[in-house]
């Protein structure tokens, strides 16, 4: 017996687990905080943002940001958060930060697997810079396991300028978002 899901032709429910992943957020060590970002533009090229979530070991929120950046675009983008969030990073003093990012182009760049073009060159060099700073782990997330800094990329689109809040300051559904993520409760990828 197969059980049919609403689809015109007939597939079966393992067909459709077979191509799904199971996407949730890790938890890390206890000296270390993870830095989950975001960026995007509506248009690419075209209205820009970015967002960030640091969280402790356990998930807890430490801080979060949303930043307007302007017209330009999603590689633009997501190199401005990266180097936003280690600047944040250095200003609070965290010495080994987990970043996880949803843009794998970017974390191909950062590791120098391809060369990116002109124009974010003095970004990646920055990066560079960066990573000798700190102690640092980058690692690729599905973009259904980022999902709060999703939320606050698209914060961004309401604030003038860089926004930082604190745990205390979190309301309405990034609260139940967090949860999800701290709980290790999982989301799914359907490809």
């Not at 697997?113 to 102690?135: D, S």
């Not at 967090?178 to 799914?188: A, E, G, I, Q, T």
Request: aromatic share 10%; net charge positive; with cysteine.
């Amino acid at each position: 017996m197969h059980l049919q899901l609403g689809y015109s032709k007939s597939r079966s429910l393992k067909t459709e687990l077979s191509k799904s992943k199971i996407v949730y957020w890790l938890k890390l060590d206890a000296s270390w905080v993870k830095l989950n970002t975001d960026g995007a533009s509506k248009g690419n090229p075209g209205l820009a943002r970015a967002g960030g979530i640091v969280r402790d070991y356990e998930g807890k929120v430490i801080l979060a940001f949303s930043e307007p950046i302007g017209f330009t675009n999603n590689m633009v983008a997501e190199m401005h958060v990266v180097l936003r969030g280690f600047g944040i990073c250095l200003e609070k003093g965290f010495s080994k930060v987990w970043f996880e990012l949803d843009a794998l182009h970017v974390i191909h760049l950062i590791f120098r697997q391809v060369r990116g073009v002109w124009y974010i060159q003095n970004m990646l060099q920055h990066i560079q810079i960066y990573l000798k700073q700190i102690e640092v782990r980058i690692s690729h997330i599905f973009r259904e396991g980022n999902q709060a800094t999703d939320y606050f990329a698209n914060q961004a689109l309401e604030v003038d300028e860089i926004s930082i809040v604190n745990h205390d300051q979190l309301r309405g559904t990034i609260m139940g978002i967090v949860k999800m993520d701290r709980l290790s409760l999982p989301y799914f990828r359907f490809s």
